[in-house]
């Protein structure tokens, strides 16, 4: 027997755009602390750091053209999959529910304003579906883009607060 979702359809951008706020903020917070950590680190080692060091501020610029990398491609794969197909429908539903209205404006007869009530709930409930999965689709390919950055900055977090 299929379960039944424990939050509303209508919830379910908010659930998601929260999530990546939630992890944008750990990852600011863990990013502090490594920036404090690190140059901190490098005031102390001053002209002649040691390899230990140099090998820690190697890894720092390394990691960071990683991140970069794997938040670009996971963005790339993400909007290949998309395929602007559902921006597409968004917009093409929003003109739609417009142009129900503007009809529903010049309706001249009482069955005509009617028929335009229906036409028009119709066309912006749609319409409104369409905009909620662009919405979902936004918050999805943002949360991949978010996790190699958030990942890095949260792990390096915990080592270096552990030493």
Do not use: C, Y
Request: aromatic share 4%.
């Amino acid at each position: 027997m299929p379960r039944k979702p424990r939050h509303p359809a209508a919830t379910m951008p908010l659930m998601l755009w929260n999530d990546i706020a939630l992890r944008t903020a750990e990852m600011l917070v863990a990013s502090a602390q490594v920036i404090a950590h690190r140059t901190g680190r490098m005031a102390k080692a001053g002209p002649k750091p040691s390899m230990r060091d140099r090998r820690e501020f190697s890894r720092m610029g390394l990691e960071k053209m990683e991140a970069a990398s794997e938040s670009m491609w996971a963005m790339g794969q993400h909007l290949a999959a998309m395929n602007g197909q559902v921006a597409l429908k968004a917009w093409q539903d929003a003109a739609a529910a417009g142009t129900a209205w503007m009809s529903l404006a010049a309706s001249r007869t009482l069955p005509q304003v009617l028929q335009g009530q229906v036409k028009l709930a119709r066309t912006v409930s749609t319409s409104a579906k369409s905009a909620q999965r662009l919405s979902d689709a936004a918050a999805r390919m943002t949360g991949k883009a978010l996790e190699p950055i958030h990942s890095r900055a949260t792990a390096n977090a915990k080592r270096l607060g552990s030493r």
